[in-house]
């Protein structure tokens, strides 16, 4: 494994190489909303299984304001988005406050390109779902395969766990300043499902309203063509098993997998599971 570092719109982006750099089959995996410094570490477990059985380079990136990259700075807008966008945006525009999901698709786009990665297969959890679909839907031949697992992006209506996270997230910034770190950890678990949406850091903080302000993209999996796996625990609250129906309804060419005690963070706790299933898909003719 190795720990290597890139400069994208100017901006130094942290990435681990795990398998043989002359493999000709690469996996980019774009990790969830997580606030750990560890985001990228949390996938090793799963990238050293793929790449020893699909002799393959799994390439892990820190997005912008994640693990040890940089936070998300101002930048220039590479297109115009109007017809896609809630906010109309001009080519050149910049960008002061917060990414939204169409940025950082933007920074996947400088990525592929730093790295020379010709139609490489990705693979994304949760948020970096949210990023590949909306990049899929500009750039369909710029990558092979895909691997979705535990995607966000589809509304579905608020359950009661869910108001009651709802509004337990607009008390709990208040009680951090007096409760012990490791109880708030525990808190957040359980009360939201998991720490990634429960936890928001506030240098992030304008990031994260413009990603969950982000209209359902539910009818726009219908531009994708690209081959789809997508891998679901049947028990996540995060993002419900109904989502991964929805989007396995509305993706032309996909095949959803469920694990049948899996929760929101399925990479931590079925690698081999999930590796299985990737090799089944990459592997079959």
């Known amino acids: 494994m190795k720990e290597e570092f890139c400069r994208i719109f100017g901006e130094k982006t942290h990435y681990l190489r795990i398998g043989s750099s002359k493999s000709r089959e690469k996996i980019v995996i774009l990790h969830g909303w997580d606030p750990t410094k560890q985001v990228s570490a949390g996938f090793i477990p799963l990238a050293k299984n793929l790449a020893k059985k699909l002799r393959a380079e799994i390439i892990i990136p820190d997005l912008p304001g994640f693990g040890v990259s940089p936070l998300p700075r101002r930048k220039y807008v590479q297109s115009n988005y109007n017809e896609l966008c809630e906010e109309p ?17 933007d920074w996947l786009e400088e990525f592929l390109k730093k790295l020379d990665l ?26 092979g395969k895909i691997i979705l697992t535990s995607a966000a992006g589809i509304r579905l209506p608020l359950s009661f766990r869910q108001k009651i996270s709802q509004l337990l997230a607009k008390t709990f910034p208040l009680a951090k300043k007096i409760i012990p ?34 209209p359902c993209i539910r009818e726009n999996l219908r531009e994708i ?18 989502a991964g ?11 959803l997998k469920v694990i049948p005690k899996g929760r929101h963070g399925i990479h931590h706790t079925h690698p081999e599971k999930i590796a299985e299933f990737v090799v089944g898909f990459l592997r079959k003719k």
Request: hydrophobic share 35%; charged share 30%; glycine share 6%.
């Open 89 to 105: 945006r001009q080519a050149g525009e910049i960008m002061k406050k917060g990414w939204s999901v169409w940025d950082y698709s």
């Open 118 to 143: 010709e139609n490489p297969t990705l693979y994304g959890h949760s948020f970096g779902c949210r990023i590949i679909s909306r990049f899929l839907m500009r750039n369909q031949d710029f990558a």
């Open 181 to 214: 770190r490791k109880i708030q950890k525990f808190i957040v678990k359980k009360l939201f499902g998991a720490l990634d949406w429960g936890n928001c850091p506030k240098e992030m903080k304008e990031t994260f309203q413009k990603v969950i302000a982000e």
């Open 225 to 242: 063509k690209n081959e789809v796996l997508l891998i679901w625990g049947k028990e996540d609250t995060v993002t419900p098993l109904e």
């Open 245 to 255: 129906r929805i989007f396995n309804k509305k993706l032309k060419n996909s095949h």
